[in-house]
């Protein structure tokens, strides 16, 4: 029994060294040689090696802690895994957990704390749940790898401000225009890759996605190109506009409700807005998940060939999903751009449709709530620990390999069965 426990620590030491080793020799050309300024306008090496030696001593202990402790774990854990045991309570009472959320952040704005910086980092992360959302759909409920999702993200942002340059029109017009050319370009997508899936799927869709970037950047006479398109108008408070001196004639936001002028109102009316344009993503994807469509949507990530035998037209439910995705990426496109007020396609890269996925993949296919969940970790918490942003994609890299080593199929607590049998709401999985 004692050489038995003595040649698990050995091996247990023995894998935290060869940890320690990796995590030294890739922490010294990743932390440990930074390129500074060093005057002149010339770039030299800083040497950090503390900073290599304490990203191999955590390794080191976290490998050495992790190997040694792994019969305990799985003793305690039982037939149950630990993570299962820890979720279950939030599953449970999902619904007034997610209530009280909606309250928190509808009160978020008139917080004590909360000052420009909070509301534009709350805002940000509102986009990503959206863009979380619209995704879902074509992930995680048709499972149709989509690595060019920003292209219908661009695609909103950049109808929404030819519109509201070239034509005066207003945002609640754009909006709509907006959402239903994404949906277009969602379905000029979908029929090329009807009978594609898999890595030749998600090859084509990122193949679409750096097309769309390279219109946008050589159609100069529309676009601007990489100048961009500025002085995008901004939304009004039913026709209130957020300025200090509004011209001749019209009264401004603070002048109609007798207020002190504050930069403040633009931005809480914006929170607000993507806040509400969330909801209505979040309400309209669990309806339909629950309508045919839906089902069918699931029915064909499930099993493609056995979604068909059962008499369900693959076509037409593969462009509804690409449909239905893209709508909600080109509506998040259209705030992005009423926000910004300058849009470039240097907005529109791969990196985020990575981003945008990776949330998806990190919450859990098809779980709304999985979604809230990675966006918090993939874009509010960098945003908090900004002293530490040279070190954002490596935290980001790492954390993917953690969630597919040890958690494959996401954060997610679970998903709602889009219907159960024999009436009983207690048991049944996801259909």
């Known amino acids: 029994m004692q050489n038995s426990s003595e040649n698990k620590l050995a091996f247990a030491l023995k894998s935290a060294v060869a940890a320690g080793l990796v995590a030294m020799v890739l922490a010294v050309p990743i932390i440990g040689l930074p390129a500074v300024d060093i005057g002149g306008g010339t770039l030299g090496l800083e040497p950090r090696w503390m900073h290599v030696g304490l990203a191999a001593i955590i390794v080191f202990v976290g490998r050495f802690l992790l190997v040694s402790t792994a019969d305990k774990r799985a003793a305690m854990s039982g037939d149950e895994p630990l993570f299962?045991?820890?979720?279950?309570?939030?599953?449970?009472?999902?619904?007034?957990?997610?209530?009280?959320?909606?309250?928190?952040?509808?009160?978020?704005?008139?917080?004590?704390?909360?000052?420009?910086?909070?509301?534009?980092?709350?805002?940000?992360?509102?986009?990503?749940?959206?863009?979380?959302?619209?995704?879902?759909?074509?992930?995680?409920?048709?499972?149709?790898?989509?690595?060019?999702?920003?292209?219908?993200?661009?695609?909103?942002?950049?109808?929404?401000?030819?519109?509201?340059?070239?034509?005066?029109?207003?945002?609640?017009?754009?909006?709509?225009?907006?959402?239903?050319?994404?949906?277009?370009?969602?379905?000029?997508?979908?029929?090329?890759?009807?009978?594609?899936?898999?890595?030749?799927?998600?090859?084509?869709?990122?193949?679409?996605?750096?097309?769309?970037?390279?219109?946008?950047?050589?159609?100069?006479?529309?676009?601007?190109?990489?100048?961009?398109?500025?002085?995008?108008?901004?939304?009004?408070?039913?026709?209130?506009?957020?300025?200090?001196?509004?011209?001749?004639?019209?009264?401004?936001?603070?002048?109609?409700?007798?207020?002190?002028?504050?930069?403040?109102?633009?931005l809480i009316f914006l929170y607000f807005l993507i806040l509400l344009l969330a909801l209505v993503t979040y309400w309209f994807s669990n309806r339909m998940r629950s309508l045919p469509v839906g089902r069918a949507w699931e029915a064909l990530r499930e099993d493609e060939?056995?979604?068909?035998?059962?008499?369900?037209?693959?076509?037409?439910?593969?462009?509804?999903?690409?449909?239905?995705?893209?709508?909600?990426?080109?509506?998040?496109?259209?705030?992005?751009?009423?926000?910004?007020?300058?849009?470039?396609?240097?907005?529109?890269?791969?990196?985020?449709?990575?981003?945008?996925?990776?949330?998806?993949?990190?919450?859990?296919?098809?779980?709304?709530?999985?979604?809230?969940i990675a966006s918090i970790f993939l874009i509010l918490l960098p945003e908090i620990f900004r002293e530490l942003e040279e070190y954002r994609m490596l935290a980001f890299g790492a954390g993917m390999v953690l969630i597919m080593v040890w958690r494959p199929q996401g954060l997610s607590i679970g998903r709602a069965p889009s219907i159960r049998l024999h009436g009983d709401p207690g048991k049944g999985g996801a259909s």
């Open 305 to 372: 060939i056995a979604c068909r035998s059962l008499g369900i037209n693959a076509t037409n439910t593969k462009l509804t999903a690409f449909a239905v995705g893209a709508m909600f990426g080109g509506f998040a496109g259209s705030f992005f751009a009423t926000r910004q007020g300058f849009i470039s396609p240097e907005s529109f890269v791969f990196i985020e449709s990575a981003v945008i996925l990776a949330i998806v993949v990190l919450g859990g296919m098809g779980s709304q709530f999985g979604v809230v």
């Open 84 to 266: 299962e045991r820890m979720v279950k309570p939030v599953a449970q009472y999902s619904k007034p957990i997610g209530l009280l959320v909606v309250i928190a952040a509808i009160a978020l704005p008139f917080m004590p704390f909360a000052n420009r910086y909070v509301v534009d980092v709350a805002t940000l992360t509102l986009i990503y749940i959206m863009l979380g959302w619209g995704l879902n759909i074509v992930v995680g409920l048709a499972g149709l790898l989509d690595l060019g999702y920003v292209a219908f993200y661009a695609v909103g942002a950049y109808s929404y401000a030819l519109l509201a340059i070239h034509f005066d029109f207003s945002f609640w017009i754009c909006l709509p225009m907006a959402g239903a050319f994404a949906a277009f370009f969602g379905v000029i997508l979908g029929f090329p890759v009807l009978r594609l899936r898999g890595d030749y799927l998600a090859i084509v869709t990122l193949g679409f996605g750096e097309m769309i970037r390279i219109v946008l950047i050589n159609w100069y006479d529309v676009t601007k190109g990489p100048d961009g398109l500025s002085s995008i108008p901004r939304p009004t408070f039913f026709g209130l506009p957020f300025k200090r001196r509004p011209p001749e004639g019209i009264e401004s936001f603070h002048q109609y409700f007798g207020l002190d002028y504050s930069s403040m109102h633009r």
